[in-house]
T-cell receptor
Framework: GDSVTQMEGPVTLSEEAFLTINCTYT??????LFWYVQYPGEGLQLLLK?????DKGSNKGFEATYRKETTSFHLEKGSVQVSDSAVYFC???????????FGKGTRLSVIA | DTGVSQNPRHKITKRGQNVTFRCDPI?????LYWYRQTLGQGPEFLTY????????KSRLLSDRFSAERPKGSFSTLEIQRTEQGDSAMYLC???????????????FGSGTRLTVV
């Protein structure tokens, strides 16, 4: 079945460090790909998305590029802040009628 | 618009009791989803509605679970004869069909945390 694999956490970085969270997927078709973020005590928020190969999603300094050849959608940010501390989830959806499938999440802690 | 609202935020119940959660989606959204999230895991799909019709149910949704969306507005998720393994965060999300088919994501509520003791 369709699935998403994320790097294990937790990830601990110092403020202004470079962030990469790896995400790879397995899908029977051509999925749309998403990154969601969950801050403590809150629901999931859509961070960015990409709907086709080579698309780059970006938001709040975060970026991810849809790589069909490597079936990947790695999340990056050039300079993290303490306020970026959260759990990040990679997700996919094959068509508009299939529910989002999530990875297990990667917890990021940024220390000042 | 206040977004997706879930009530209660927290529920503690004794094993064997029945519990019901409510989700109020964004008013114009015709799709409504339920997910379950356990500690350290990603959200797992349970079921979804388009208007009042329940279109898909996961095999995770045992016979003790039932969901409804009367009149295509709010939804309820009921768990009968709760078990300790039901302890989790139950998340509701909503969307427009058009948004989903064009690669947009869902809007999630803050969830209901269930603890079965």
């Amino acid at each position: 079945g369709d699935s998403v694999t994320q790097m294990e956490g937790p990830v601990t970085l110092s403020e202004e460090a470079f962030l990469t969270i790896n995400c790879t997927y397995t899908a029977t078709g051509y999925p749309s790909l998403f990154w969601y973020v969950q801050y403590p005590g809150e629901g999931l928020q859509l961070l960015l998305k990409a709907t086709k190969a080579d698309d780059k999603g970006s938001n709040k300094g975060f970026e991810a590029t849809y790589r069909k050849e490597t079936t990947s959608f790695h999340l990056e940010k050039g300079s993290v802040q303490v306020s970026d501390s959260a759990v990040y989830f990679c997700a996919l959806s094959i068509t508009g009628n299939t529910p989002l499938v999530f990875g297990k999440g990667t917890r990021l802690s940024v220390i000042a | 618009d206040t977004g997706v609202s879930q009530n209660p935020r927290h529920k503690i119940t004794k094993r064997g009791q029945n519990v019901t959660f409510r989700c109020d989606p964004i008013s114009e959204h015709n799709r409504l989803y339920w997910y379950r999230q356990t500690l350290g895991q990603g959200p797992e799909f349970l079921t979804y509605f388009q208007n009042e019709a329940q279109l898909e149910k996961s095999r995770l949704l045992s016979d003790r679970f039932s969901a409804e969306r009367p009149k295509g507005s709010f939804s309820t998720l009921e768990i009968q004869r709760t078990e300790q393994g039901d302890s989790a965060m139950y998340l509701c999300a909503s969307s427009l069909v058009w948004d989903v088919r064009n690669g947009y994501g869902y809007t999630f509520g803050s969830g209901t945390r269930l603890t079965v003791v």
